[in-house]
């Protein structure tokens, strides 16, 4: 693509002006300048994909296929803008010919609707990673038309409103009614025998169709485009006009609502049947469609469908797609007329699987009968893939039922997609060398013990061009001015900042642009929930998902003791600090509720004290999302990385934070483990059990009234919790801290609580050291090149795809 020019810019702006709102640049409002630009770059990402496209057929390449559920993408107009290198040429044209910038476009998009955590924050980290680095990719999900919620705080509880993303965010799909595929729910099977085999008759089936919209994503600098489709369910009988036209509207519209309500919204509540029964429908739809359009292409291209594994690899990031096991046999034998065994080779030579918990209960499980009902063929196919199975297990095992049981796909009528995935696919990674150890050491160990060439760890990675480059851009003209650019491109290159770790110079620069980072952020919360945050108080954060393993329960503790001491001693000589929350609840998650209910309370409660509040502040943030984390994690100054050992299958938080120059107060888990081998242990504030102390607990014993006995200050903690804060008791928090059934405490907060408070002391003391702090800060943004994307990529396309650049 030839450089773009700021007249460039304007002249497309204002065809785009013309040609859809029929207007002048001085009769515009601003958001149809948005909508102008987004089509813009769009238009620049379409002709660059097309021409992709044509170099990756003429070098006979292989493409990944990547399934989510869910990609977090937040905003996109930024992130395009700095990969195509043309933020400068838009900005001028925007300043001089349409009076407004770039950055007031930025606060007119919102974050689309498609994502939730760190699941899909990964998985849209990957796309760029792809595509920066020049790897065919598409990614595959669900246009969702709301987003998970809409985070309200009313009274320190959570309340979830609608996540209205599509009137802003859908200027950058392009629909594609030429990619439409039929999908079939319910109904009865029908097993025909015939001269040419097996045919298989889907009868009274519940029939949709599934409508792709198109979504680009670009890298920084390069021919490739990746490609997310979503996958939209429509209705596809006619309209029943009959029924309208005598007034009984409702029935003339169920048959749409049957097929509307399955890309409604991001995960549905399943708390209940009905709410089981649309997430099966939703992934069944994702893989369906996927691979009915996977197949397709590729028959166009090769016709023959034996080569598929030599032309694509399909990636299934966590169990939810796991249904395209099954499906792609059913595709195979009942649509292309293969063999079991042919079409069992294509599925394992094509099929990979990313694990991302190591807790047996968030293992996903299907009920069998629900199955059966929905999907009554991919029930008969898990059957047979199940018995085959079991009968290769039990040649190597012959009498061990226990084992076997525990490798079943059925068991006790559950349907296990853990074991599917592990089952189908040629390869298996966890997702930090810790993860990895423990998911062939528990989880899949009887797996593991079968088939060890199958498994392999590719530590997660963030997209630091997004959380770096662009989240920081003060850190980042340091970066040039002592390191070049080089790490831009290739992050490993940040390494070569080390060499200043003892420059005082340098030193407090990195402090100058902590606190600039710091005062934006301050006016950034402020306008968006009118709080005023001192810039001058330390900064501690945990921002992540609301879960009781991720313990925010432990952090609330801590504070609770800080909030004692200071009550008792209003003028204690403690350095201004200011905790802050960012995370949602799943919202049938009552426990999770219950601790941002405390955290707010706390919060409340502190601010009826000028004194105390000077020293000591709780800040909640409300609806967290990705565009706020871009703001938040450069000013952060302490990240709170603290999820019981054992629990965490890696984290990527983490590792935003310290690119951004946090230092990280953290257990043994997930990543953090990595993350000290690269930054050392002098420049990561590593307290509590490791997993196999956790575990030894467990095995002894664990009693969480032990430590509350042995612990004034833990007794003076969970004393205030049953007299409660602003107004209200949170006894029930106490009595699951030590009295629960079956177990009290069970991420063992209590059990952590003194190493927690001592590593406290340590950082509040290093903190007053500034150059020390910031020697310690600069040796993390140095280390962190290693939790980059590009080398996850990197490592996944030789390790599992065969995947090879377009070059």
């Not at 599917?420 to 040629?426: G, T, W």
């Amino acid at each position: 693509m030839k450089s773009m020019t700021e007249k460039d810019a304007s002249s497309l702006i204002k065809s785009k002006l013309s040609r859809y709102f029929g207007i002048l640049p001085n009769e515009a409002t601003k958001e149809q300048i948005y909508k102008s630009v987004v089509m813009c770059i769009r238009d620049i990402l379409l002709e660059k994909r097309s021409a992709f496209n044509k170099e990756y057929r003429s070098q006979n390449g292989k493409r990944v296929y990547y399934l989510c559920m869910e990609f977090l993408l937040g905003q996109s107009l930024r992130n395009n803008a700095y990969n195509l290198s043309i933020e400068n040429a838009f900005n001028n044209a925007l300043i001089k010919d349409f009076s407004c910038s770039l950055d007031e476009l930025y606060d007119l998009e919102p974050d689309a609707g498609l994502g939730n955590g760190g699941l899909g924050r990964l998985a849209a980290c990957f796309m760029d990673a792809l595509a920066s680095q020049d790897y065919p990719a598409m990614g595959y999900s669900i246009r969702y038309e709301y987003g998970l919620f809409k985070q309200k705080i009313v009274d320190g509880w959570q309340m979830e409103l609608p996540d209205i993303w599509l009137p802003g965010g859908e200027v950058w799909l392009t629909q594609r009614m030429d990619k439409t595929f039929k999908i079939k729910f319910d109904g009865h099977i029908k097993e025909n025998w015939t001269d040419n085999g097996l045919k298989i008759e889907h009868y009274n089936a519940k029939e949709i169709e599934a409508v792709a919209y198109d979504m680009m994503i670009s890298g920084k600098d390069s021919k490739a485009v990746s490609v997310l489709r979503l996958w939209k369910a429509q209705n596809i009988r006619d309209f029943d006009m009959k029924t309208f036209s005598q007034g009984d509207y409702i029935r003339s519209m169920q048959e749409d609502n049957f097929a509307d309500l399955i890309s409604k919204v991001l995960y549905p509540s399943d708390n209940h049947f009905e709410g089981k029964s649309l997430r099966l429908k939703q992934q069944y739809l994702l893989v369906s469609a996927t691979l009915q359009d996977i197949i397709s292409d590729h028959i166009i291209e090769y016709g023959s469908l034996y080569s598929l594994p030599e032309k694509a690899s399909i990636h299934i990031n966590d169990t939810h797609p796991a249904l395209c096991i099954p499906e792609f046999m059913r595709l195979l034998i009942d649509e292309h007329n293969f063999s079991w065994e042919d079409a069992w080779d294509i599925v394992t030579k094509t099929i990979a699987y990313t694990n991302h918990t190591v807790m047996s209960e968030a293992l996903e499980k299907w009920n069998e009968d629900l199955i059966a009902r929905r999907l009554p063929r991919i029930h008969m196919i898990l059957k047979e893939i199940n018995e085959r199975f079991c009968a290769e297990i039990w040649q190597k095992y012959p009498g061990n039922w226990e084992k076997i049981d525990r490798m079943s796909i059925f068991s006790h009528g559950e349907i296990k997609m853990a074991n599917l995935s592990v089952i189908a696919s040629h390869t298996v990674n966890g997702v930090s060398a810790l993860h990895s150890d423990i998911i062939k050491n528990s989880i899949f160990k009887d797996f593991y013990d079968v088939y060890p060439h199958k498994f392999i760890n590719i530590t997660n990675g963030i997209a630091h061009r997004r959380w770096l480059c662009q989240s920081n851009k003060e850190l980042c003209d340091l970066l040039n001015d002592c390191i070049g650019n080089g790490y831009v491109m290739d992050a490993l290159k940040l390494a070569d900042l080390k060499k200043y770790e003892n420059d005082t110079s340098v030193l407090n620069r990195l402090n100058e642009i902590k606190y600039i980072k710091k005062k934006q952020f301050c006016e950034y919360i402020k306008k968006k929930q009118s709080i005023i945050i001192d810039p001058t108080s330390i900064f501690d954060v945990q921002a992540k998902r609301m879960h009781e393993y991720k313990r925010q329960l432990l952090n609330a503790l801590y504070i609770i003791s800080l909030y004692n001491d200071l009550k008792e001693n209003p003028s204690l000589n403690i350095k201004p600090k200011t905790f802050i929350f960012g995370a949602k609840a799943a919202p049938g998650y009552y426990f999770a509720k219950q601790i941002i209910k405390l955290i707010c309370s706390i919060s409340k409660d502190i601010e009826k004290h000028p004194k105390i509040r000077e020293k000591l502040r709780v800040i909640y943030l409300e609806d967290y999302s990705v565009s706020m984390a871009e703001k938040l994690m450069p000013a952060t100054e302490i990240s709170e990385q603290i999820s019981q050992a054992g629990k965490e299958a890696s984290g990527t938080g983490n590792m935003k934070f310290m690119i951004n120059g946090a230092l990280t107060i953290g257990t043994l888990d997930g990543a953090n483990v990595e993350m000290q081998m690269a930054c050392g242990r002098d420049n990561i504030f590593i307290f509590g059990l490791t997993a196999e102390e956790v575990e030894r607990e467990w095995l002894q014993g664990y009693n969480s009234s032990l430590y509350y006995a042995n612990n004034k200050r833990l007794e003076k903690v969970i004393n205030a919790l049953n007299i409660g804060f602003n107004g209200q008791s949170f006894s029930e928090i106490a009595n699951y801290l030590l009295t629960a059934s079956p177990v009290a405490d069970p991420y063992m907060c209590l059990a952590d609580f003194g190493a927690y408070y001592d590593v406290h002391k340590i950082v509040d003391e290093v903190y007053t050291n500034r150059l020390d702090w910031a020697k310690k800060s600069l040796n993390n943004i140095a280390s962190a090149g290693i939790f980059a994307s590009d080398r996850s990529i990197k490592e996944y396309a030789e390790k599992v795809w065969g995947l090879k650049r377009i070059k």
